[in-house]
């Protein structure tokens, strides 16, 4: 794994690029990162002690492209599910839909599953919540239903979560247990990495 503050300014800078937002200097990254690090009740988790060099940014650059395989074509459910809804003829149902495919970002669906189930799963839970029955419409849908299911599974799932899950009790007791890993690795001082490897041995380790 990489820092997650470098990895997230990094892929802030790299769509700045791809969406010809202009290019952004890295002393306004390294200023952003400092600026919540210190903000935010992570801080004394996850401390910048030195601005992250141009090298490392550019590094992990490389590092995401090579991830994402040289491919800055982002595909999202939201096209395939507006013409779902349309072609079921219940436009009405677009806005919880949407919300729910919104709401599945914060979940590993889009990792496994491609936007058009992913669609299509947001769709049927819409349906359900509204008491609406379409399994016709689904059924004759040239795609494999139980994927659907799993997604629906996956993304309902995440709302228990969600409601058990509760912010102030259960963050300070995650932060703690960071802080512990922390300070039972913790050992003299070393300098900033140099490198992308460095960083990732050293997060790593």
């Not at 503050?5 to 390294?30: D, H, P, T, Y």
């Not at 299911?149 to 228990?160: A, E, F, G, S």
């Not at 509760?166 to 490198?195: M, W």
Request: charged share 20%; net charge negative.
């Amino acid at each position: 794994s990489v820092d997650p503050r470098l990895m997230a300014a990094a892929s802030v800078l790299l769509a700045s690029k791809v969406e010809e937002c202009g290019v952004i200097a890295n002393s306004k990254l390294n200023s952003a990162i400092s600026s919540i690090v210190k903000t935010k009740p992570f801080c004394d988790v996850f401390r910048v002690e030195k601005p992250f060099s141009t090298s490392l940014f550019v590094e992990c650059e490389f590092f995401l492209l090579e991830m994402m395989d040289c491919c800055l074509i982002v595909f999202h459910a939201y096209r395939p599910l507006m013409q779902y809804v349309t072609d079921m003829g219940q436009e009405d149902r677009l806005p919880l839909a949407w919300r729910i495919v919104n709401d599945s970002y914060r979940c590993s669906v889009s990792f496994h599953y491609p936007p058009y189930i992913i669609a299509l799963a947001a769709l049927h839970i819409a349906c359900v919540v509204h008491g609406q029955n379409f399994q016709q419409w689904f059924s004759e849908l040239s795609v494999d239903f139980q994927q659907i299911l799993d997604v629906t599974h996956d993304i309902m799932d995440m709302y228990k979560t969600w409601e058990s899950f509760d912010t102030s009790k259960d963050i300070p007791v995650i932060l703690q247990k960071l802080r512990e890993r922390k300070s039972s690795k913790s050992g003299p001082a070393v300098p900033p990495p140099a490198s992308l490897e460095d960083c990732i041995r050293l997060v790593a380790d």
